[in-house]
């Protein structure tokens, strides 16, 4: 008690040090605290010195003041000093992180930045975190509390690459700051928490935890523990009795869970909510599940979804029930499941308007099982019900047959633009090979398809006036070829028209001779008035020769833009400087886009 009268007191010293010694003189809480250090003082000298002071500092002068307030304070600093307390009675345990091996080399100007980019909002912060991790600057102990708590982060993409990429690496190191946030009845950053956590702690501790999120969490936390509970068979019973939940979220979580456990009772279970009003959340887990008897059983399921079409019962409800049966099936390479699809697919009954969208998926589903009778018995669709499956039957000849017998097939079926079944096999074609310009950006993970093609395929299509189709497939000079591009660029003479540098593109990588004077002739022809150049005009200037280089800086001075002209004057200049090289050289073995790339670097 007489402690605490100190410390009030210190309190009011402190209040009149900033108010003013003058403000002390007749001070009333000074006064209201001078009878009980008067008392106190009766049995303690050191009372009874202080009470004196602040007497003494209540009746000063207005002069004197200031030296008894500062008499005061020491006196009250050296009194409390005296009576701290370092020890305590809880039990001592060493600071969880301090055996961290990660170094604080990095000066805190370029940690700041990163920080930053964990804590604040704004733009360019997820390139700032990609920069910092390719820098190796999560590797710092003073990142780690910022990194798990951006976890939070409003923008998914941010914590998204920390929870797949930064903090996994960091393993052990982030686990005391994964403890410190980690709350059971958070959100999404708090399940992606329990997450890494769950794959830091040894496995006793990772089972209490995962318990207890997934008894007492948010339905969040809860439904990522359940899952993760898959990993513990001992936990079937509980994971069996949270598959009844009345939230949904739950109900997934938990069938995700029984997938990874793929006993008899989990089998048995997926089964059943196949069946149910939980069909929907069923399909994944299902495909997860390794269990032969339960793939068995989504057979058995649609075949009986199948008499029911055929009898024409309740043809909605079937069709959506083998809908989801065939989803279910995506993943499984089982002969069964081939024996499945080839009885939809030949049974007449079934090929009815309600079942479009099974059909489609079970004709994409024949495709994925990779298997060769699979593929075989795609390729006898081509024909089948006004030829609706000739794109599937197409993608299986593609990787079964020879290019030549690939051609000879369907090559009559995509002359006729008219019909379906040739607007499937081009649009088809088209998908084999990634968008043209998203091609050319460095950053791009496409990469040019090695599957070889019979080159009447580039007759025809040149006949069809498909030059996108022409420019993916061309490889080798060829005259026709060449003079088919080069008109087909002088019939849209325009440098901002995108069929126009598509068709130059490819008639630089099949070396044309006069592609650099055609480049320029578009460039020159057109308007002057640009406003950018995009990335794939900046190929294609960069692909011309030196001695094109006082052309590009002429026609730079017609251009009313000064960025423009600008960029145009540097890339003269970046022209010039260019190695003298044969222009055309035989280039192998790269293909289109490696070859552009190379020119670029």
């Given at each position: 008690?007489?402690?605490?009268?100190?410390?009030?007191?210190?309190?009011?010293?402190?209040?009149?040090?900033?108010?003013?010694?003058?403000?002390?003189?007749?001070?009333?809480?000074?006064?209201?605290?001078?009878?009980?250090?008067?008392?106190?003082?009766?049995?303690?000298?050191?009372?009874?010195?202080?009470?004196?002071?602040?007497?003494?500092?209540?009746?000063?002068?207005?002069?004197?003041?200031?030296?008894?307030?500062?008499?005061?304070?020491?006196?009250?600093?050296?009194?409390?000093?005296?009576?701290?307390?370092?020890?305590?009675?809880?039990?001592?345990?060493?600071?969880?992180?301090?055996?961290?091996?990660?170094?604080?080399?990095?000066?805190?100007?370029?940690?700041?930045?990163?920080?930053?980019?964990?804590?604040?909002?704004?733009?360019?912060?997820?390139?700032?975190?990609?920069?910092?991790?390719?820098?190796?600057?999560?590797?710092?102990?003073?990142?780690?509390?910022?990194?798990?708590?951006?976890?939070?982060?409003?923008?998914?993409?941010?914590?998204?690459?920390?929870?797949?990429?930064?903090?996994?690496?960091?393993?052990?190191?982030?686990?005391?700051?994964?403890?410190?946030?980690?709350?059971?009845?958070?959100?999404?950053?708090?399940?992606?928490?329990?997450?890494?956590?769950?794959?830091?702690?040894?496995?006793?501790?990772?089972?209490?935890?995962?318990?207890?999120?997934?008894?007492?969490?948010?339905?969040?936390?809860?439904?990522?523990?359940?899952?993760?509970?898959?990993?513990?068979?001992?936990?079937?019973m509980f994971i069996l009795e949270q598959a009844d939940d009345k939230k949904k979220e739950i109900r997934r979580a938990a069938l995700?869970?029984?997938?990874?456990?793929?006993?008899?009772?989990?089998?048995?279970?997926?089964?059943?909510?196949?069946?149910?009003?939980?069909?929907?959340?069923a399909i994944e887990p299902i495909q997860l599940c390794q269990a032969n008897p339960l793939t068995l059983g989504v057979i058995a399921y649609a075949e009986q979804a199948m008499a029911r079409i055929l009898q024409r019962t309740g043809v909605e409800e079937a069709a959506q029930q083998l809908l989801t049966a065939i989803r279910s099936l995506d993943g499984k390479r089982m002969p069964e499941v081939v024996h499945f699809l080839q009885k939809l697919l030949s049974e007449p009954g079934c090929i009815v308007p309600e079942t479009e969208a099974a059909q489609e998926a079970a004709a994409a589903l024949l495709l994925q099982v990779n298997l060769p009778e699979a593929d075989a018995f795609a390729m006898s669709l081509q024909q089948a019900h006004n030829r609706k499956w000739i794109a599937y039957s197409f993608q299986a000849a593609v990787r079964r047959l020879p290019p030549s017998e690939v051609y000879e097939r369907f090559a009559h079926d995509v002359k006729d633009k008219k019909h379906g079944a040739s607007k499937d096999l081009l649009r088809t074609f088209r998908n084999y090979f990634p968008h043209y310009d998203y091609q050319l950006y460095p950053e791009s993970d496409a990469e040019e398809t090695e599957r070889q093609w019979d080159p009447r395929w580039i007759c025809l299509f040149m006949k069809m006036d498909e030059a996108e189709l022409v420019c993916r497939l061309a490889e080798e000079p060829d005259g026709d070829i060449i003079a088919y591009l080069a008109a087909a660029c002088r019939q849209h003479p325009n440098f901002s028209n995108g069929a126009t540098l598509r068709n130059m593109l490819a008639l630089f990588r099949l070396r044309a001779r006069g592609a650099p004077e055609l480049l320029m002739e578009i460039l020159e022809g057109g308007k002057k008035q640009f406003y950018y150049l995009n990335y794939m005009q900046q190929v294609l200037l960069s692909l011309l020769p030196p001695s094109y280089a006082g052309k590009l800086e002429q026609f730079a001075g017609t251009v009313a833009n000064g960025s423009v002209k600008e960029q145009l004057l540097r890339m003269a200049e970046e022209i010039a400087a260019k190695p003298e090289q044969t222009e055309f050289d035989e280039e192998k073995g790269q293909g289109l886009w490696g070859w552009i790339k190379s020119k670029m670097s």
């Open positions: 008690m007489s402690i605490d009268l100190l410390f009030d007191l210190q309190q009011e010293t402190r209040r009149l040090f900033i108010a003013g010694s003058g403000m002390a003189a007749g001070d009333l809480r000074l006064q209201r605290m001078l009878p009980q250090l008067q008392k106190l003082g009766e049995t303690a000298p050191v009372f009874h010195r202080v009470a004196q002071a602040v007497h003494q500092l209540i009746e000063a002068e207005t002069a004197g003041a200031p030296a008894k307030l500062l008499e005061l304070g020491t006196l009250l600093h050296a009194v409390l000093y005296t009576q701290g307390k370092t020890e305590t009675k809880e039990e001592l345990l060493p600071i969880e992180g301090t055996d961290s091996s990660l170094s604080t080399r990095v000066p805190y100007r370029k940690l700041f930045p990163v920080l930053e980019a964990l804590t604040q909002k704004g733009q360019g912060r997820m390139e700032q975190l990609r920069q910092a991790d390719e820098e190796q600057l999560f590797q710092d102990f003073r990142v780690i509390s910022a990194a798990v708590a951006a976890l939070d982060d409003s923008y998914a993409e941010i914590p998204e690459f920390l929870f797949r990429k930064v903090l996994p690496e960091l393993g052990a190191a982030a686990l005391p700051a994964l403890r410190q946030q980690f709350k059971p009845d958070g959100g999404k950053g708090d399940s992606r928490r329990l997450t890494l956590l769950h794959a830091l702690l040894p496995r006793f501790d990772g089972l209490s935890l995962l318990l207890n999120a997934a008894q007492a969490g948010s339905t969040e936390v809860r439904s990522t523990a359940i899952e993760l509970l898959g990993y513990y068979p001992e936990q079937e995700l869970a029984l997938s990874r456990l793929a006993t008899e009772p989990a089998v048995a279970r997926l089964y059943k909510a196949l069946q149910s009003k939980d069909r929907d959340i």
